[in-house]
Nanobody, 124 residues
Framework: EVQVVESGGGSVQPGGSLRLSCLVS????????MKWVRQAPGKGLEWVSG????????EYADSVKGRFTISRDNAKNTLYLQLNSLKTEDTATYYC?????????????????WGQGTQVTVSS
């Protein structure tokens, strides 16, 4: 059984920080490329960041470069996303996914494994 469970979201003020976690089971996490994808209210699925299986190659959307950091602990089957200097436009449901398809910044849930998401709200 494949399980992908995100956690760590919450409500913060602009400039604040959160660390999101994604606990994975049921597939070979250590060799799986992983992504973080978010969905803001009323908008589509936006690719945020990606990390290869050994953690050696990461990519970020322009909108989050310098503020977010993706990492993983393969011994714990866990993917992380550190969110710093949060902005109101970062408000979204954040999803952890493996083997999903994203074209540019747009992603689809029709492929890959997805979690239930964790809510990040940034407001004054």
């Amino acid at each position: 059984e494949v399980q992908v469970v995100e956690s760590g979201g919450g409500s913060v003020q602009p400039g604040g920080s959160l660390r999101l976690s994604c606990l994975v089971s049921g597939f070979s996490f250590s060799v799986a490329d992983m992504k973080w994808v978010r969905q803001a209210p009323g908008k589509g699925l936006e690719w945020v960041s990606g990390l290869n299986g050994d953690g050696g190659s990461s990519e970020y959307a322009d909108s989050v470069k310098g503020r977010f950091t993706i990492s993983r602990d393969n011994a714990k089957n866990t993917l992380y996303l550190q969110l710093n200097s949060l902005k109101t436009e970062d408000t979204a449901t954040y999803y952890c996914t493996s083997t999903s398809y994203c074209s540019g910044s747009s992603c689809s849930k029709s492929r890959g494994y997805w979690g239930q998401g964790t809510q990040v709200t940034v407001s004054s």
